[in-house]
T-cell receptor, first 116, second 115 residues
Framework: AQKVTQAQTEISVVEKEDVTLDCVYETRDTTYYLFWYKQPPSGELVFLIRRNSFDEQNEISGRYSWNFQKSTSSFNFTITASQVVDSAVYFC?????????????FGKGTKLSVKP | DGGITQSPKYLFRKEGQNVTLSCEQN?????MYWYRQDPGQGLRLIYY???????QKGDIAEGYSVSREKKESFPLTVTSAQKNPTAFYLCASSSYTDSGANVLTFGAGSRLTVL
């Protein structure tokens, strides 16, 4: 069975702090995809990143970076120098290859609050 | 601008009533999806459709129905058979591929409250 665990329910930081959101996944597929989405208070989920299981290179995009480690089945997300606008719920998600399309398995989300 | 429009944003319903949530996209995406979000529970797939006039049940389809008569539209009906319908409903779409790499574009959601 596929499963995504985001153990951190809520995190609160002060602006300019670095923060890491944890994501641990379970799957028996050898080919799979991992995603991070951001849900601001407006409610609409916004795509942040997609990573396939064969690409373990870490990725950096501005203040955002992602650390994918197959050995520990983790796909952690770090925000450097956090800002108030980063306040949102962040979801990690997993998708197997083929099969039912769109059946992303979502974690329960981590609510990040960045205080000025 | 291309995107997904969901309506209404807020909806109140009495027990025993059916309600229909609208979802329209102008992204020319083949696939469309409905998710349900409950507090602290993440998102769960209700139904999805890869092509017009075809759709499949997701993990929690009981008490819901959908139709896909047009590529742009994928309305969701919450029937009186749904025992706990109060939730936030999100519609999404994606280009169809035969891998699991679909990036979903989401609408702003519809919040349904049963009185």
């Amino acid at each position: 069975a596929q499963k995504v665990t985001q153990a951190q329910t809520e995190i609160s930081v002060v602006e300019k702090e670095d923060v890491t959101l944890d994501c641990v996944y379970e799957t028996r597929d050898t080919t799979y995809y991992l995603f991070w989405y951001k849900q601001p208070p407006s409610g609409e989920l916004v795509f942040l990143i997609r990573r396939n299981s064969f690409d373990e290179q870490n990725e950096i995009s501005g203040r955002y970076s992602w650390n994918f480690q197959k050995s520990t089945s983790s796909f952690n997300f770090t925000i450097t120098a956090s800002q108030v606008v980063d306040s949102a719920v962040y979801f990690c998600a997993l998708s197997g290859y083929g099969g039912s399309q769109g059946n992303l398995i979502f974690g329960k989300g981590t609510k990040l609050s960045v205080k000025p | 601008d291309g995107g997904i429009t969901q309506s209404p944003k807020y909806l109140f319903r009495k027990e025993g009533q059916n309600v229909t949530l609208s979802c329209e996209q102008n992204l020319n995406h083949d696939a469309m999806y409905w998710y349900r979000q409950d507090p602290g529970q993440g998102l769960r797939l209700i139904y999805y459709s890869q092509i017009v006039n075809d759709f499949q049940k997701g993990d929690i389809a009981e008490g819901y129905s959908v139709s896909r008569e047009k590529k742009e539209s994928f309305p969701l009906t919450v029937t009186s058979a749904q025992k706990n319908p109060t939730a936030f409903y999100l519609c999404a779409s994606s280009s169809y591929t035969d891998s699991g790499a679909n990036v979903l574009t989401f609408g702003a959601g519809s919040r349904l409250t049963v009185l």
